[in-house]
């Protein structure tokens, strides 16, 4: 019973909640002791959060799990986790989330998880089954993530921070309804929009979203650069270079979708050892740009 709830709050999926450290990050307030530590209890909050939208999920898509090639296997679809401990987890689980965002001290933590809980609570009891509603549902998840780590430590969003979340997160999801289309095939009965859409049109959303979110990256990245002091330690133009290991990895993803292997984005990320390097090189290279001003 243990290791099937275990894995019914799908662990892996927690590294989505990484998001909740870019606003901090970007700020360069990752370095301080208390800011650091907000931002680790928003994450621990989210993934408590992100744990109660998976039991509520499985609870909803017990019978819809059932018929899916991989679904089934989940606990609660295979008769591993009884509905009475699934329904206990998904009360328990949102109350820990709001203990530990209103640790932060801050109101708006507390509404932006609540948001994200609602937003989730609703998707299930409906608005996934909308087409094209379920995709914005499900990115904005990722932008209440980041905007938790935002509010958190009291840090403004810039509106293009904001842009390339936003696309970006769409970018994600589209994908991952055009790998499994492409993969499965309409009519499997594994997702209730799957049916509507067509492999044109979520091949086109996903360039869209994909072109939207590298603009936007590229404008908040040289609207950034622009605001550096000139007398700063090091001036080479970090911001700048940070644009290509992101525009490398988002292409390395769509040609991963376009092999119809990236349903499931986190195991993508898990097993792509090229998508691990790039993030790393990200990651050094936007580090050194906050850090060494």
């Known amino acids: 019973m243990i290791s099937g709830l275990i894995r019914t709050a799908r662990p892996k999926q927690w590294l989505k909640n990484v998001l909740v450290f870019a606003a901090p990050g970007a700020a360069g307030l990752l370095n301080q002791g208390r800011e650091l530590l907000l931002t ?31 679904k089934r296997l989940r606990p609660l679809a295979a008769g591993e986790v009884s509905i009475s401990a699934a329904r206990l987890a998904g009360i328990l689980a949102p109350l820990a989330a709001f203990g530990l965002a209103a640790l932060t001290g801050r109101w708006q933590t507390v509404a932006v998880v609540a948001a994200y809980l609602a937003i989730n609570l609703a998707y ?21 993530r980041a905007a938790a780590g935002a509010v958190a430590v009291d840090v403004p969003m810039s509106r293009w921070f904001v842009l390339c979340i936003t696309f970006g997160s769409l970018f994600i999801v589209a994908g991952k309804r055009f790998a499994e289309l492409n993969e499965l095939g309409p009519g499997a009965g594994t997702r209730v929009t799957l049916d509507l859409y067509s492999l044109e049109y979520l091949r086109t959303v996903v360039s869209i979203s994909l072109g939207a979110a590298l603009f936007s990256y590229c404008v908040w990245a040289l609207e950034t650069s622009s605001k550096v002091d000139p007398d700063r330690a090091f001036d080479l ?35 792509d050892r090229v998508l691990q390097i790039l ?13 060494t001003a």
């Not at 608005?127 to 995709?135: A, P, T």
């Not at 911001?239 to 979708?257: D, G, H, K, N, W």
């Not at 993030?279 to 850090?291: C, E, F, H, K, P």
Request: charged share 15%.
């Open 237 to 271: 133009p970090f911001y700048e270079l940070s644009i290509v290991p992101l525009l490398t990895a988002l292409l390395r993803y769509l040609l991963v979708l376009d092999q119809a292997s990236g349903g499931a984005p986190e195991e993508v990320f898990a097993k």
């Open 124 to 144: 299930n009891l409906g608005l996934k089954r909308i087409s094209v509603v379920d995709m914005v549902v499900v990115a904005s998840g990722f932008v209440l």
């Open 40 to 70: 680790s209890v928003v994450f621990i909050a989210f993934c408590f959060a992100a744990t109660a939208t998976y039991f509520w999920n499985d609870l909803f898509d017990i019978e819809a799990d059932r018929k899916h090639p991989k």
């Open 279 to 291: 993030g790393l090189i990200w990651i050094l290279i936007y580090g050194a740009a906050v850090y």
